[in-house]
């Protein structure tokens, strides 16, 4: 197996704020990105980042989640935990899509405790990208 190329990039990038007051329905956070891979064989680097997640007091807790379409990929939980209740995410991670129709990963959120949990408060550029890598074989 050898090394790829860049094939696309495609990039969402909003300041606009999103918020969350339910502890059993995920909300949007208004973050996602659509690709559509070329080959079955590409490789989709996705890069995710939500520059300020902040809840209503210190020991409320929001949990973020990631789809691709309608699948829960990951949760990334308990952000809130710290004094402040002020966080900053980011993750890369890999995917082999095995398919040339349309991919599309979004975020979402749910509160496990408080009253109120933002996503991008203060309008920071919250930011997902997605990067289709060719895979020589």
Do not use: C
Not at 9 to 30: L, M, R, Y
Not at 34 to 49: E, N, Q
Request: charged fraction near 10%; aromatic fraction near 8%.
């Amino acid at each position: 197996v050898g090394g790829g190329k860049v094939l696309q990039v495609v990039a969402f990038e909003s300041a606009s704020t999103a918020s969350t007051n339910s502890t059993s329905t995920e909300s949007d956070t208004g973050l996602t990105v659509t690709i559509t891979p070329s080959a079955t064989s590409s490789k989709v680097l996705l890069y995710v980042s939500h520059p300020h997640i902040y809840t209503d007091v210190q020991a409320n807790r929001l949990h973020l989640y990631l789809y691709q379409d309608s699948t829960k990929i990951t949760s990334m939980e308990r952000f809130g935990e710290l004094a402040t209740g002020q966080h900053a995410f980011s993750m890369l991670r890999l995917f082999t899509t095995n398919t040339t129709s349309a991919v599309t990963w979004k975020t979402t959120m749910k509160l496990q405790t408080g009253n109120i949990g933002y996503a991008n408060l203060y309008g920071a550029l919250m930011s997902m990208v997605a990067i289709e890598i060719g895979v020589q074989i």
